[in-house]
């Protein structure tokens, strides 16, 4: 845009402009006849002098006109510097009307000076993770598993060979600055077609829609998407193409697809199709740049472990500089995790590449937990193993009241972020 284009209708610039352009002329005048009266003799051109003496009260002594056009013309400007101001940071305040101008600015400064976090996840728990840590910093990336294979997405990325888009409509309503309203809106569902138990949402349709316009990209497709709904931070596909996700029991019994697995209990080795599976760009250099990585919170088969089979993301985080932090559930899940304690979910994680790799464990208080409240089975902050299957030492355990009182069951955003930011972890690693 060139610099004229300020200057557009309905803009609400123009109006301080001239406000501000005023002020710096009646400054101007009032100087003219200061200068004029310490100097009579200087000769200043006639229509300057009489267009000085009418602004400036020429009933009153000289220097005190000065003074007053000059007091006056302060006023103008700081008046039209304000409401330019006003005019520029207008857009940002849609989220919170109510707030003051400094509030605000004093906000946006403080997310500014946050730290780079990368959360990697899925479904409800990355969202949740999101939308607290969305108000400690403006460097916020959620690095979404492409194995999502139910309801909308499972049937748009059947229709269309599209990767699912259900867990990224998730993260960038999470992350949208007017959340509630985009909510309602993405989240909406579209009467259900013959046969189908659902309707698609309409945040689905609208990622497809622009994916498809991006020629079938999908990171341009989700950043098409990032700047309708005004997202603070990013959300990124963790790998180019839709993963198909494959778990074998403990008698042998193979299970495919997110779906089906999230039912299934007693899983013991989980794969990927395509194993060579290729990361995006933008995920790798998140991971590379971040001052805190996030693992979690989320379903521990079909969220989580997901990104640790992707060869590229593994590599990644066993490269990284910052330390990482793994989330532990709330509650066992029905199905998945069904009978599992917080020593057998660290063992899946590293069964499947995170042995070494994870330097902090983020639990729940157990007193957090209402007695009687609905959900699943709560998971005991303990950890009964000091070591790992290798002999190595386990990462330290912190246990914090970091449990929702609305839903016992899952994360409170904003407690969980505070807890996340403020764990004493050891300084980030240095890359060889």
């Known amino acids: 845009m060139s610099r004229l284009g300020w ?28 200068i004029r009266a310490l100097a009579t003799g200087a ?44 005019a520029a940071i207008l857009p940002y305040r849609t989220d919170r009307p109510g707030v003051s101008l400094l509030e605000l600015l004093e906000r946006r400064r403080r997310l500014a000076r946050g730290r780079r976090v990368v959360v990697l996840g899925g479904g409800t728990g990355l969202g949740t993770a999101l939308r607290g840590l969305k108000l400690e910093t403006a460097h916020l990336t959620a690095i979404v598993s492409m194995g999502d294979d139910g309801g909308s997405s499972g049937v748009l990325r059947e229709q269309l060979g599209i990767p699912p888009v259900g867990d990224l409509r998730n993260c960038l309503v999470a992350l949208s600055d007017a ?16 046969g189908a138990p659902r309707g698609h949402a309409i945040g689905n349709l609208l990622l497809a829609a622009a994916i498809h316009q991006e020629g079938g990209d999908l990171e341009r497709g989700v950043a098409r998407v990032h700047r309708i709904l005004n997202v603070r931070g990013e959300v990124i596909p963790g790998t ?26 007693h899983i013991e080795r989980m794969r990927i199709t395509p194993e060579g599976a290729r990361a995006t760009p933008s995920a790798l250099r998140a991971i590379q740049q971040a001052d805190l990585i996030v ?8 969220s989580v472990i997901p990104h640790l089979l992707v060869p590229e993301i593994l590599a990644a985080l066993q490269a990284r500089r910052a330390p990482l932090v793994w989330v532990a559930n709330v509650d066992e899940q029905e199905g998945e995790t069904e009978g599992m304690d917080l020593d057998a979910h660290l063992a899946a994680l590293e069964a499947h590449g995170a042995s070494g790799l994870i330097d902090g464990i983020l639990a729940t208080s157990a007193s957090s ?16 193993h000091v070591t790992d299957a290798e002999g190595r030492k386990r990462p330290p355990l912190f246990i914090r009241d970091i449990a929702s009182r609305r839903t016992p069951h899952l994360h409170e955003p904003n407690l969980l972020s505070r807890a996340l930011l403020r764990l004493p972890l050891r300084e980030p690693r240095r890359a060889p």
């Open 7 to 34: 200057l557009k209708p309905g803009l609400g610039v123009k109006r301080w402009l001239l406000l501000a352009f005023l002020g710096a002329g009646t400054i101007a005048l009032g100087a003219l006849s200061g």
């Open 43 to 86: 000769q200043l051109p006639d229509p300057l002098v009489q267009i000085a003496e009418a602004v400036a009260l020429r009933d009153l002594d000289p220097m005190v006109r000065a003074a007053a056009a000059a007091a006056i013309g302060l006023l103008l400007v700081g008046a039209g510097l304000v409401g330019l101001a006003r």
């Open 295 to 302: 693992l979690g919170p989320g379903s521990l088969y079909t």
């Open 179 to 194: 959340e509630s309203t985009a909510a309602d809106l993405l989240r909406f569902r579209l009467p259900a077609e013959p």
């Open 240 to 265: 180019t193409a839709a993963l198909e996700l494959i778990g074998t029991t403990t008698d042998g019994t193979t299970v495919r697809g997110q779906a089906q697995l999230a039912r299934t209990r």
């Open 369 to 384: 937990r209402r007695v009687g409240a609905i959900g699943g089975v709560p998971i005991t902050p303990v950890l009964h």
